[in-house]
Nanobody, 131 residues
Framework: VPLVESGGGSVQSGGSLKLSCVVSGYTYRRYCMGWFRQAPGSWREGVATIDSDGTTSYADSVKGRFTIFRDNAKNTLYLQMNSLKPEDSAMYYC??????????????????????????WGKGVLVTISS
């Protein structure tokens, strides 16, 4: 399942960006998808996820500022990022887990055994926020 992100860039603190992730290929009925980020020298972290029930979840650091949503007709996942901060600077990746039992929680995707490693990943887009 190719995942192609777009929308990264550089903005000043307080600005906004909207990331898009086009999902090609088969449309899955059961899934959890989301956005993850990794800053230099840091672990990759979950930012926002959405599952096939429409449940959304966010990391505490982005709650109230970021919104994840999807357009099923366009097979596209979005991340609207507002009130951006320098600490939001990172590579942002779109990822998908396509199987039964996946669900969104605390900005990650989970399966019955715990946090899901995700089946598919995009190449990422760079987001840079200047102070």
């Amino acid at each position: 399942v190719p995942l192609v992100e777009s929308g990264g860039g550089s903005v000043q603190s307080g600005g906004s960006l909207k990331l898009s992730c086009v999902v090609s290929g088969y449309t899955y009925r059961r899934y959890c998808m989301g956005w993850f980020r990794q800053a230099p020298g840091s672990w990759r972290e979950g930012v926002a996820t959405i599952d096939s029930d429409g449940t959304t979840s966010y990391a505490d650091s982005v709650k109230g500022r970021f919104t994840i949503f999807r357009d099923n007709a366009k097979n596209t996942l979005y991340l609207q990022m507002n009130s951006l901060k320098p600490e939001d600077s990172a590579m942002y990746y779109c990822a998908a887990s396509v199987a039964w039992g996946r669900y969104a929680s605390d900005g990650n995707c989970y399966n019955p055994e715990g946090r899901d490693p995700m089946d598919y990943w995009g190449k990422g887009v760079l987001v840079t926020i200047s102070s």
